[in-house]
T-cell receptor, first 114, second 111 residues
Framework: AQSVTQPDIHITVSEGASLELRCNYSYGATPYLFWYVQSPGQGLQLLLKYFSGDTLVQGIKGFEAEFKRSQSSFNLRKPSVHWSDAAEYFCAVGVIQGAQKLVFGQGTRLTINP | DAMVIQNPRYQVTQFGKPVTLSCSQTLNHNVMYWYQQKSSQAPKLLFH???????NEADTPDNFQSRRPNTSFCFLDIRSPGLGDAAMYLC??????????FGPGTRLLVL
């Protein structure tokens, strides 16, 4: 069965520091991979996605992610975080069952220290 | 401009009183989804419509129903809300095999 693991439930970094959020997936075929961000009381906003091609994917707000098939990982990175990056981050794999369905990780809550 | 619109943003209902949540889209996408998200949890898919075809998840309670009268609109009906149904309800749309775009959500409170 498909699954997504985000090992870190909560991460705290200082403003201006670099960030890496981990994501590991389990899926038999070539995965469609996504990172979404959710601010408190809001919906999910797409940060970036990987379908095929270049394994380093650029997203919005200065985020990037790297697909590593050998490690079944799709880690999210940002070189310098801003206070506005504080939010919940969800990694997801897209599974085609008729339409595409998303299997989410449990999320990583990011706190930014001033 | 908003692509997925959910109304209302906040809904308060009484235990057992039917409630309907609304979702509309300006993208003209084939698929519309409803998710339930409880505090500090990932969204959980309840069901989706692929065009007019309704697809229910196996573990979605019978208390939850949905209607899609046209391409643009989809409704979530909770027939008899219980305290455990208090959550954020998220609507999403996609072109079928492509990216899902989410609305801002409706927070439901059950008294």
């Amino acid at each position: 069965a498909q699954s997504v693991t985000q090992p870190d439930i909560h991460i705290t970094v200082s403003e201006g520091a670099s960030l890496e959020l981990r994501c590991n997936y389990s899926y038999g075929a070539t995965p469609y991979l996504f990172w979404y961000v959710q601010s408190p009381g809001q919906g999910l906003q797409l940060l970036l996605k990987y379908f095929s091609g270049d394994t380093l994917v650029q997203g919005i707000k200065g985020f990037e992610a790297e697909f590593k098939r050998s490690q079944s990982s799709f880690n999210l990175r940002k070189p310098s975080v801003h206070w506005s990056d504080a939010a919940e981050y969800f990694c997801a794999v897209g599974v085609i069952q008729g339409a595409q369905k998303l299997v989410f990780g449990q999320g990583t809550r990011l706190t930014i220290n001033p | 401009d908003a692509m997925v619109i959910q109304n209302p943003r906040y809904q308060v209902t009484q235990f057992g009183k039917p409630v309907t949540l609304s979702c509309s889209q300006t993208l003209n996408h084939n698929v519309m989804y409803w998710y339930q998200q409880k505090s500090s949890q990932a969204p959980k898919l309840l069901f989706h419509y692929y065009d007019k075809d309704f697809n229910n998840e196996a573990d979605t309670p019978d208390n939850f129903q949905s209607r899609r009268p046209n391409t643009s609109f989809c409704f979530l009906d909770i027939r008899s809300p219980g305290l455990g149904d208090a959550a954020m309800y998220l609507c999403a749309v996609s072109g079928g095999l492509e990216t899902q775009y989410f609305g801002p959500g409706t927070r439901l409170l059950v008294l």
